[in-house]
């Protein structure tokens, strides 16, 4: 199958960004979720009783706070992916890298192989996509109307 045209990558780059902020940004539910329904969450998982200590229902809260914060960049960053291509491979590359260390920190503190395993392989996966759809972007050159736009303030010449 022949690689995507620079103007296809974009659109499926767009795509792939929105859709996985529509999924991440769903973590803005066990913000605020009652607690006993993040208990019978980690029970349910096979996780064993979740710790009664104050920090432990903080540290779940601020991280889905910090995953719907993550999904809702990324619907941004799908609104004009040629202007935050830095910012879509940043992200891409980052998200991989905490996911491999996720693996390392999340065997450390006992949690099973499918946990840590299913979340590196998402982020792999998704920040793969992301990274070979902003290549082919990236050989698009840009429109001339954007090369010719002024620069900031500091760039026109005062008068």
């Known amino acids: 199958m022949p690689a995507p045209s620079p103007a296809d990558a974009e659109r499926h780059l767009a795509r792939l960004l929105r859709a996985t902020g529509a999924f991440v940004l769903l973590a803005i539910v066990p913000l605020w979720m009652p607690g006993a329904w993040i208990a019978a969450t980690h029970r349910w998982l096979g996780l064993g009783e979740f710790p009664a200590a104050p920090i432990a229902e903080y540290l779940a809260r601020s991280v889905s706070a910090l995953c719907a914060f993550y999904g809702g960049l990324l619907v941004c960053l799908s609104t004009d992916v040629r202007r935050y291509l830095p910012l879509v491979r940043y992200q891409a590359l980052a998200i991989m890298a905490l996911t491999l260390g996720g693996v390392v920190v999340g ?25 070979a759809l902003s290549g082919r972007v ?22």
């Open 107 to 131: 065997r450390w503190a006992g949690m099973p192989w499918w946990f840590v395993g299913s979340d590196a392989v998402a982020g792999w996966i998704c920040g793969g996509l992301t990274l």
């Open 138 to 159: 990236d050989a698009q050159p840009t429109p001339a109307h954007v090369a010719a736009a002024p620069g900031p303030a500091s760039d026109r010449p005062r008068g």
